[in-house]
């Protein structure tokens, strides 16, 4: 049995930082492509960022390039989300999801087969 676990969210004004991480059981990030989701209350669960398998290709959505970076730590078994620079409308629920199989990046949360319970991420202006 697969289990994803977020941790590392909070309240943090807006311009400071925080740092997301994911572990899982039951499943090796190396072996295929993970994303960040976030949903914000009244809204879709949107893309953050993801990564695929090997850690090459990279994607992030328009509104987080240049402050958040995504990676992987092979060694840990686990994902991490950095982000920097936040701003309020940064605040969601914040959920790491990996997919079962399929090594490439996608977008759709569809495409993910297992998830986290989320971590909320509160930024104050």
């Known amino acids: 049995q697969v289990q994803v676990v977020e941790s590392g969210g909070g309240l943090v004004q807006a311009g400071g930082s925080l740092r997301l991480s994911c572990a899982a059981s039951?499943?090796?990030?190396?072996?295929?492509?993970m994303g960040w989701f976030r949903q914000a209350p009244g809204k879709e669960r949107e893309i953050v960022a993801a990564?695929?398998?090997?850690?090459?290709?990279?994607y992030y959505t328009d509104s987080v390039k240049g402050r958040f970076t995504i990676a992987t730590d092979n060694a840990k078994n686990t994902a991490l989300l950095q982000m920097n620079s936040l701003k309020p409308e940064d605040t969601a629920v914040y959920y790491c999801?990996?997919?079962?199989?399929?090594?490439?990046?996608?977008?759709?949360?569809?495409?993910?087969?297992?998830w986290g319970q989320g971590t909320q991420v509160t930024v104050s202006s």
């Open positions: 999801a990996a997919r079962r199989q399929g090594m490439s990046i996608r977008t759709s949360p569809s495409s993910y087969d297992y």
């Open positions: 990564i695929s398998w090997n850690g090459v290709s990279t």
């Open positions: 039951g499943h090796t990030f190396s072996s295929s492509a």
